[in-house]
């Protein structure tokens, strides 16, 4: 297979693409190659995730912890067919669990900062889940496939990116990675529904800077 990664033709053996292989969803196969995860679509996704132009676009904006397209992928035909994407390799997300507060915290601005700049630019978030977001020490959101530009005000767009990213911490960071009983999990939800602020907010101001971020969950569940 030949593809062109902006304008430099890069070729795979059937065998390289086997070796290079990393994992495969619904829209399309994710290849690691050099220090980048391609992403190529399915023949019969590829009207529904980034269009050429929405990831061209999404190039130009500068984010920390919310992964982005870098370069466009095309076939020997130079018809658009994916994106690439910078890897990270994957530890134990288990190992959240002992991230100390501080360094939390310091992972909540970098995506809130994000956050900021991409509903600035009216970039709307979807699909951020467990499947989604990469622990390698930092906490990395990757394959924008699914985010998309809207015409409404960036306020708006910037209360519902929270919403979404509110939604992520508490149920795809938090609850799947601290062995958390359900009454513990029912504690959680309402202690964090009931306070005021998005749910980074709510940890700064509760938690101390050298407590793990299991034994402030277990604290407040403790309440």
């Given at each position: 297979?030949?593809?062109?990664?902006?304008?430099?033709?890069?070729?795979?053996?059937?065998?390289?693409?086997?070796?290079?292989?990393?994992?495969?969803?619904?829209?399309?196969?994710?290849?690691?190659?050099?220090?980048?995860?391609?992403?190529?679509?399915?023949?019969?996704?590829?009207?529904?995730?980034?269009?050429?132009?929405?990831?061209?676009?999404?190039?130009?904006?500068?984010?920390?912890?919310?992964?982005?397209?870098?370069?466009?992928?095309?076939?020997?035909?130079?018809?658009?067919?994916?994106?690439?994407?910078?890897?990270?390799?994957?530890?134990?997300?288990?190992?959240?669990?002992?991230?100390?507060?501080?360094?939390?915290?310091?992972?909540?601005?970098?995506?809130?900062?994000?956050?900021?700049?991409?509903?600035?630019?009216?970039?709307?978030?979807?699909?951020?889940?467990?499947?989604?977001?990469?622990?390698?020490?930092?906490?990395?959101?990757v394959d924008p496939g699914s985010y998309h530009f809207v015409s409404y005000e960036p306020k708006k767009i910037k209360e519902e990116n929270k919403y979404i990213i509110d939604h992520?911490?508490?149920y795809d960071v938090l609850i799947p990675n601290l062995s958390m009983t359900k009454k513990e999990q029912e504690r959680l939800k309402a202690h964090f529904k009931t306070a005021q602020?998005?749910?980074?907010?709510?940890?700064?101001?509760?938690?101390?800077?050298?407590?793990?971020?299991?034994?402030?969950?277990?604290?407040?569940?403790?309440?």
């Amino acid at each position: 297979m030949k593809i062109y990664m902006g304008d430099k033709m890069v070729s795979f053996t059937q065998e390289q693409l086997d070796y290079l292989y990393h994992s495969e969803g619904t829209e399309g196969t994710i290849y690691r190659y050099q220090d980048f995860a391609l992403k190529i679509y399915h023949n019969k996704q590829r009207q529904l995730g980034l269009s050429e132009e929405e990831a061209k676009r999404l190039m130009n904006i500068k984010t920390a912890r919310i992964t982005l397209p870098q370069m466009l992928l095309y076939d020997e035909k130079k018809d658009y067919i994916g994106y690439a994407e910078p890897f990270f390799m994957n530890y134990s997300k288990k190992l959240i669990s002992k991230m100390k507060m501080k360094t939390w915290n310091k992972e909540l601005e970098q995506i809130n900062h994000d956050v900021a700049i991409l509903s600035q630019n009216q970039v709307k978030l979807e699909d951020v889940s467990w499947w989604n977001y990469i622990y390698n020490g930092e906490i990395h959101l990757v394959d924008p496939g699914s985010y998309h530009f809207v015409s409404y005000e960036p306020k708006k767009i910037k209360e519902e990116n929270k919403y979404i990213i509110d939604h992520f911490l508490l149920y795809d960071v938090l609850i799947p990675n601290l062995s958390m009983t359900k009454k513990e999990q029912e504690r959680l939800k309402a202690h964090f529904k009931t306070a005021q602020g998005n749910i980074g907010q709510v940890i700064q101001q509760e938690a101390s800077a050298e407590e793990t971020v299991k034994t402030y969950v277990k604290r407040i569940c403790k309440l």
